[in-house]
């Protein structure tokens, strides 16, 4: 039997809808981390921006306390970088997101000369052990114990390898200062990671944060290895469709679908948000020539806005004179409808984050 096939609309409006971007979400910050399968967290503003504009009334606050209870961590995962991930997800997929020990040595490449993992990632607990380190500390101890190693070397061995969280810091609007202190997992949350991966579980949460989607897309989101094997060996539990190209996509039955028409809001996202990062092919929701617009080449993801559910520019906020500044970078023409609801929520944007301002303002540059 065919499978049916979902048009690139039908795939954006199922995606948006998931990603809590088609309305905002009455639902608690630990809930929303879960339902959008971890939040990018390379700086620590980031997911507050996303979570603002996913979820009706949240506020700062909503984040810093769920971080100090433990609830929500952050932490190396998907890709090796830097994410927010319910305490439960934490547990339950860390393991299933770490690369096995000969990818990350190859990973450094030369660097890895002379790098012993067993006797690196004991003396890297060991030291950890003793309570909260900077990652210059960690990495400075370990080059002291292991002279002949490249330094950088043993820092990437130890933060991928090793279950830590970073610690959140007292009075820090964000959440964490510039260089925040990492822990062991463990220790922070009481009971060490699921020993064994899980990969049908994390196939599940990706897929219901971006399904429908391909095993191509689940490797680019996780980083993790052989999704077709797994995704293969679940399909007497999930929907099959193809994309207009016919791609092979798989799907939770029960995840949301809706029609192609559906209202899609004007949106801000943050930088490095994975909405536009957590597929292979992208063009549900940016087009492949606006791709190297977003994308800097030292791989900054810069802040984006959607347009009926595609993203249509990028954004910034400047604050001078007491006055914030939010400026639309589009690119292409905007209709002045469109403008007035990038205005209205720009603004509300604005006074989410400068608080403080004397004054707000919306500005478009030309395309």
């Not at 009481?190 to 990969?199: I, K, R, S, T, W």
């Not at 943050?270 to 020539?289: G, K, M, T, W, Y």
């Amino acid at each position: 039997m065919r499978a049916p096939t979902l048009t690139r609309l039908e795939l954006n409006r199922a995606t948006l809808a998931r990603q809590m971007l088609l309305q905002r979400c009455s639902v608690g910050v630990v809930e929303a981390v879960q339902r959008l399968a971890g939040m990018q967290a390379q700086e620590p503003k980031h997911p507050f921006v996303g979570l603002w504009t996913r979820v009706e009334g949240f506020t700062p606050g909503d984040l810093l306390a769920a971080l100090h209870a433990r609830e929500v961590v952050r932490a190396t995962l998907m890709r090796s970088t830097l994410h927010l991930m319910s305490a439960a997800d934490y547990a339950a997929l860390r393991m299933a997101l770490q690369p096995p020990a000969s990818v990350a040595l190859r990973v450094l490449g030369a660097r890895s000369k002379g790098l012993d993992l067993d006797a690196v990632l004991p003396a890297a607990r060991e030291l950890l052990a003793g309570g909260p380190l900077a990652f210059h500390d960690i990495r400075l101890r370990l080059a002291a114990a292991f002279p002949d190693v490249n330094d950088r070397a043993l820092g990437y061995a130890v933060r991928t390898l090793v279950p830590l969280v970073m610690v959140p810091g007292e009075d820090e609007r964000w959440g964490y200062p510039r260089a925040a202190d990492f822990t062991l997992a463990d220790r922070w949350l009481g009971e060490p990671p699921a020993a064994e991966a899980d990969p049908r579980a994390l196939v599940r949460r990706y897929l219901g944060a971006f399904g429908p989607a391909s095993a191509k897309d689940v490797q680019a989101w996780s980083g993790a290895g052989a999704p077709k094997a797994v995704l293969d060996g679940m399909r007497d539990e999930l929907e099959v469709f193809a994309d207009e190209r016919g791609r092979e996509l798989f799907d939770l039955p029960d995840a949301p679908r809706p029609p192609a028409d559906a209202l899609a809001p004007v949106r801000f996202l943050p930088e490095f948000d994975n909405l536009v990062l957590a597929h292979d092919d992208r063009s549900r929701v940016i087009a492949d020539e606006h791709r190297s617009l977003v994308t800097t080449k030292n791989l900054r993801v810069k802040a984006t806005f959607l347009v009926d559910g595609v993203v249509a520019g990028i954004w910034t906020i400047e604050v001078k004179r007491k006055v914030a500044t939010l400026r639309l970078g589009p690119f292409g023409k905007l209709g002045q409808r469109v403008l007035r609801e990038l205005e209205v929520e720009g603004e509300a944007l604005l006074r989410f984050m400068a608080p403080g301002a004397g004054g707000y303002a919306v500005a478009s540059d030309r395309p």
